[in-house]
């Protein structure tokens, strides 16, 4: 049994795989400082909660893009698990051939996807991860990572306009039934989600435009992917668990 885990700067996801079947999720929050053995306690009682044996576990393989952590995450699956964690880095097998100016700068969790993305849907493709920032990354035919493009997500967005704007209120992300808004909270879930989705699709076309290939397929994911997928024709597929499934992919690479 592998655990596959995605350390982001919002959440921990994990995934527990059966072969290739992914069983069951859950996650857990990054931002809370945790010792190892807090990491490890939740970590087995999330597995026997979910009705998962703790000591079939054999593997464990991690992308993480908040280095702070990593430490007594570490040292949480070497105590509790008796297993060193393969963490996705440079010099590890993906079957992507990475030709960005600095390949090293590249983090695990964009790697991860693109993996996944080229594996499972063919190339070329577009990544589209909609998380704390949302990254936009191509893959060519050949299994080239390109480049792509960050921009601010969109809880990010929203954070930082109630933060900043002393009358506006904090709102639920949401779609508004109409982009004509009639009170500040939907003016504000308007311009959040609409504006969004036009951003979402510029990026995508600029891409298209400039990789010279109009049909590339795209696929999305991340927490609210689905919503702005669903508003869309620019992307082809959603795919909430596509990080999850690029890490066990990276896994089968290395055996």
Same mark, same amino acid.
């Given at each position: 049994?592998?655990? %596959?885990?995605?350390?982001?700067?919002? =959440?921990?996801?994990? &995934?527990?795989?059966?072969?290739?079947?992914?069983? =069951?999720?859950?996650?857990? *929050?990054?931002?809370?400082?945790?010792?190892?053995?807090?990491?490890?306690?939740?970590?087995?009682? +999330?597995?026997?909660?979910?009705?998962?044996?703790?000591?079939?576990?054999?593997?464990?393989?991690?992308? +993480?893009?908040?280095?702070?952590?990593?430490?007594?995450?570490?040292?949480?699956?070497?105590?509790?698990?008796?297993?060193?964690?393969?963490?996705?880095?440079?010099?590890?097998?993906?079957?992507?051939?990475?030709?960005?100016?600095?390949?090293?700068?590249?983090? %695990?969790?964009?790697?991860?996807?693109?993996?996944?993305?080229?594996?499972?849907? &063919?190339?070329?493709?577009?990544?589209?991860?909609?998380? *704390?920032?949302?990254?936009? =990354?191509?893959?060519?035919? =050949? &299994?080239?990572?390109?480049?792509?493009?960050?921009?601010?997500?969109?809880?990010? +967005?929203?954070?930082?306009?109630?933060?900043?704007? %002393?009358?506006?209120?904090?709102?639920?992300?949401?779609?508004?039934?109409?982009?004509?808004?009639?009170?500040?909270?939907?003016?504000?879930?308007? &311009?959040?989600?609409?504006?969004?989705?036009?951003? *979402?699709?510029?990026?995508?076309?600029?891409?298209?435009?400039?990789?010279?290939?109009?049909?590339?397929?795209?696929?999305?994911?991340?927490?609210?992917?689905?919503?702005?997928?669903?508003?869309?024709?620019?992307?082809?597929?959603?795919?909430?668990?596509?990080?999850?499934?690029?890490?066990?992919?990276?896994?089968?690479?290395?055996?």
């Amino acid at each position: 049994m592998l655990i %596959a885990i995605d350390i982001g700067n919002t =959440d921990f996801t994990l &995934g527990i795989f059966e072969g290739r079947k992914l069983m =069951d999720t859950f996650r857990m *929050t990054t931002r809370i400082p945790r010792t190892s053995d807090e990491y490890g306690v939740f970590l087995l009682n +999330s597995l026997q909660y979910k009705g998962f044996d703790a000591k079939k576990v054999d593997a464990v393989i991690i992308a +993480s893009v908040v280095p702070a952590v990593m430490h007594s995450f570490n040292s949480a699956i070497i105590k509790y698990f008796g297993l060193k964690p393969i963490i996705v880095g440079p010099g590890i097998r993906t079957g992507i051939r990475i030709k960005t100016s600095n390949p090293k700068e590249t983090g %695990a969790d964009r790697i991860v996807d693109v993996v996944a993305g080229y594996e499972l849907y &063919g190339g070329p493709v577009i990544v589209v991860d909609f998380g *704390t920032a949302t990254t936009y =990354d191509f893959v060519n035919q =050949d &299994g080239e990572f390109v480049g792509g493009v960050t921009s601010p997500g969109l809880r990010t +967005s929203a954070n930082a306009l109630w933060q900043h704007a %002393a009358k506006l209120p904090e709102i639920e992300i949401s779609r508004p039934p109409s982009i004509m808004a009639r009170d500040t909270v939907t003016s504000m879930q308007a &311009g959040l989600v609409f504006g969004y989705i036009g951003q *979402t699709e510029y990026i995508i076309q600029k891409m298209k435009e400039e990789s010279r290939c109009p049909d590339c397929k795209v696929v999305a994911t991340g927490g609210l992917g689905k919503m702005i997928a669903e508003e869309t024709d620019s992307i082809d597929f959603y795919d909430p668990h596509l990080t999850l499934k690029g890490l066990q992919i990276i896994y089968e690479k290395q055996r």
